[in-house]
């Protein structure tokens, strides 16, 4: 089925496009992804397409069957993954680069996502060259930051995610700072039923936007996208996008089934409620 979709529009106070990203992490198989795409085609309206970017992060291996249902049938959606290494190429068995990435039309990659970072070892660091390698490479990193639940209770929060933006921003290549899209993930809110509350959610994203004030410029931080994620669900996406500060949301389990993530984007009461 071939049809044009519109273009997401601006949101009337900030200026900034909505992003919503699907991250599948390690779900769906290629003939999964081509099918929840097609499937999620079906279910949008055209006039949902305005409301928001949409992404999909699927796994590496889906990445090119996703890349042609997508052109093939002219689909709005943006190709995202969910890792890279920062070297273009060389001796690094397993890794995949942002130059092969760009080659499958990726237009966003999530760096330093909790998981990666507690199950994969993950420092501040690694998080900052591979962002730092996006940028470069004319994609855009979609870079996570969030505490634990320990850190939250002993009242780090703010110590902990400016640790975690500071050395992202100390290397990110300036002339791209305008695009980075940042992800507020509270790590005990992921996959737990309990997310933070959109009260919450937008104090941090204030708190965010403010320090990338100081750090960078008024402009940058008025540009930078920020998005929060941690059992975004049909039930609590408007909250979360009726926030001033948040511009999106990385969706987790509920980007899973096709007609559940529609429902999110386009689900009543419609996001552009918020608006
Ligand atoms: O990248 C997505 C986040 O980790 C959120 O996952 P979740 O929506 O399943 O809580």
């Given at each position: 089925m071939s049809r044009r979709a519109p273009e997401p529009e601006p949101q009337a106070g900030s200026g900034r496009v909505r992003l919503v990203v699907a991250n599948w992490k390690l779900h769906h198989t290629h003939l999964e992804a081509i099918a929840f795409l097609e499937r999620l085609w079906h279910l949008l309206d055209v006039e949902d397409y305005r409301r928001a970017e949409i992404a999909i992060c699927p796994a590496f291996t889906a990445l090119r069957s996703a890349q042609l249902t997508i052109e093939t049938d002219g689909m709005p959606y943006r190709l995202g993954a969910q890792d890279v290494f920062w070297e273009p190429s060389g001796a690094y068995t397993g890794e995949v680069s942002v130059p092969m990435l760009a080659k499958l039309d990726v237009k966003y990659v999530i760096v330093g996502h909790s998981e990666r970072r507690r199950l994969?070892?993950?420092?501040d660091d690694v998080v900052a060259k591979k962002a730092a390698a996006v940028a470069s490479g004319g994609l855009v990193p979609i870079v996570c930051v969030g505490e634990v639940a320990e850190e939250r209770a002993g009242g780090t929060t703010e110590a902990v995610l400016e640790r975690q933006l500071d050395t992202v921003l100390t290397t990110y290549p300036v002339e791209a700072l305008g695009e980075l899209v940042i992800a507020y993930e509270p790590v005990w809110a992921i996959g737990s039923g309990t997310p933070a509350t959109p009260e919450d959610a937008e104090h941090v994203a204030r708190f965010l936007r403010d320090r990338l004030a100081r750090r960078a410029s008024e402009a940058v931080a008025a540009r930078v996208r920020i998005l929060y994620g941690g059992s975004v669900d049909v039930g609590n996406a408007v909250a979360f996008l009726a926030q001033a500060d948040i511009d999106g949301l990385l969706v987790g389990g509920a980007s899973l089934d096709p007609e559940r993530f529609a429902q999110l984007l386009g689900g009543r009461p419609r996001i552009a409620s918020t608006s």
């Open positions: 994969f070892g993950e420092t």
